[in-house]
């Protein structure tokens, strides 16, 4: 059974930092592209980043760009987003999801909430 | 980007009558290898995102036959042959021919 469980999320304050992981299990995790998606409060879905199997090539939405980083460590079947300069714009639901240009299994997600 | 626009925003549906829901997209989604990356989501109350259909018209693993997806170039449509309470919640559709990935502005579907 596939399994993404994200975690990380939290209160931070604007400007501030967080990383989240998303552990994988249950498939190949290293044949598989990964992504995330967020979601805030009330609002509908929007794609965050993405990265290949290896790690290699990234991709990230304009609102993220030079903030976010997206990685993964194929040993230990996890995916991160590190998150930099926040602000109140990127509180919401963070899902990681696996990607086969659709995507077919999401995590629960986890809460960033951006507010002094 | 790649616009996607979904009507009706939202649709009260009796149980049991179907349900069709439209998306389409500012530019074609046929990919320069044939494919066209457009599939459907549900998103029911509490809950993240699930995979109802990609490439347009294929059903994922669970999905019940109910569901079923049509469409090309920037034209879309997803049909509920009948409709179940279980159904309720937000439909969205999603391109992944090119980057960014954009997603539709979701329908609410909800019971009458």
């Known amino acids: 059974e596939v399994q993404l469980l994200e975690s990380g999320g939290g209160l931070v304050q604007p400007g501030g930092s967080l990383r989240l992981s998303c552990a994988a299990s249950g498939f190949t995790f290293s044949s598989y592209a990964m992504s995330w998606v967020r979601q805030a409060p009330g609002k509908g879905l929007e794609w965050v980043s993405a990265i290949t199997t290896s790690g290699g090539t990234t991709y990230y939405a304009d609102s993220v760009k030079g903030r976010f980083t997206i990685s993964r460590d194929n040993s230990k079947n996890t995916l991160y987003l590190q998150l930099n300069s926040l602000t109140a714009e990127d509180t919401a639901l963070y899902y990681c999801?696996?990607?086969?240009?659709?995507?077919?299994?999401w995590g629960q997600g986890t809460l960033v909430t951006v507010s002094s | 980007d790649i616009v996607m626009t979904q009507t009706p925003l939202s649709s009260p549906v009796t149980l049991g009558q179907p349900a069709s829901i439209s998306c389409r997209s500012s530019q074609s989604l046929v990919h320069s290898d044939g494919n066209t990356y457009l599939s459907w989501l549900q998103q029911r109350p509490g809950q993240p995102p699930r995979l109802l259909i990609y490439?347009?018209?294929n059903r994922f693993s669970g999905v019940p036959d109910r569901f079923s997806g049509s469409g090309a170039g920037t034209d879309f449509t997803l049909k509920i042959s009948r409709v179940e309470a279980e159904d309720v919640g937000v439909y969205y559709c999603?391109?992944?021919?090119?980057?960014?990935?954009?997603f539709g502005q979701g329908t609410r579907l909800e019971i009458k």
């Open positions: 999603m391109q992944a021919t090119q980057f960014p990935v954009t």
């Open positions: 490439q347009v018209s």
């Open positions: 999801a696996k990607y086969q240009r659709y995507f077919d299994y």
